[in-house]
């Protein structure tokens, strides 16, 4: 199946800085990717729609400020998360979908701000 | 085996049976859903879907059921093993529409 691929996989940061996290589809090209957050033991919660060439979009209540996405290529979404603090601290999970196929996620990037 | 009628968090679950996990979705305008098996530390993996004209699909030791009249689906999981042990999403989205909304969660511990 098709593979999309996030890096890095686990990070720790320090406080008021900021960390990029990398989604790619590896074996397609992907107009549209999706970004994810995932608190313990909760569901994912779809933060932003990122579209290769134009601005994302975000769902409310999503500071566009706070998460940078930039989607320069169709086979790479990149989201930034700037001047990060301990409550920015979750899982973050990207998603590409092949045309007609289902959704395929990321590893996942598990951001520790401290 | 074991069942669960209404969604709940967590099942236990016997090494060797059946194993039902429900889940209750909200958009009636919804025409496809996915379940996905997401593993500790790892992003959500793809079982199995069904599209909104039929009322169940089978896969690989997997059955999927979907009961429209009440917004209902299941997924059924034959001879439970331990690598089945994860947590457990429905998703459900319009064909048209690329965004997934997902369900909350269900554990699924396998005792041995």
């Known amino acids: 199946g098709a593979v999309v691929s996030q890096h890095p996989s686990r990070v720790i940061c320090k406080s008021g800085t900021s960390v990029k996290i990398e989604c790619r589809s590896l074996d397609f090209q992907a107009t549209t990717m999706f970004w994810y957050r995932q608190f313990p033991k909760k569901s994912l919660m779809l933060m932003a729609t990122s579209n290769e060439g134009s601005k994302a979009t975000y769902e409310q209540g999503v500071e566009k400020d706070k998460f940078l996405i930039n989607h320069a290529s169709l086979t790479l979404s990149t989201l930034t998360v700037t001047s990060a603090h301990p409550e920015d601290s979750s899982f973050y999970i990207c998603?590409?979908?092949?045309?007609?196929?289902?959704?395929?996620f990321g590893q996942g990037t598990r951001l520790t701000v401290v | 085996g074991e069942s669960v009628g209404l969604h709940l968090p967590t099942l236990s679950v016997q090494e060797g049976d059946n194993s039902i996990i429900n889940c209750a979705y909200s958009?009636?305008?919804?025409?496809?859903f996915i379940w996905y098996k997401q593993e500790s530390g790892k992003g959500p993996q793809f079982i199995i879907d069904?599209?909104?004209?039929?009322d169940k699909r089978q896969g690989q030791r997997v059955t999927v059921l979907l009961n429209k009249t009440v917004k209902h689906l299941s997924l059924q999981i034959a001879a439970t093993q331990p690598g089945d042990s994860a947590v457990y999403f429905c998703a459900e989205k319009k064909s048209n529409d690329y965004k997934l909304s997902f369900g909350a969660g269900t554990t699924v511990t396998v005792r041995a």
């Open positions: 998603s590409a979908s092949p045309p007609g196929v289902e959704a395929f």
């Open positions: 958009n009636s305008a919804s025409d496809y």
């Open positions: 069904i599209r909104s004209n039929m």
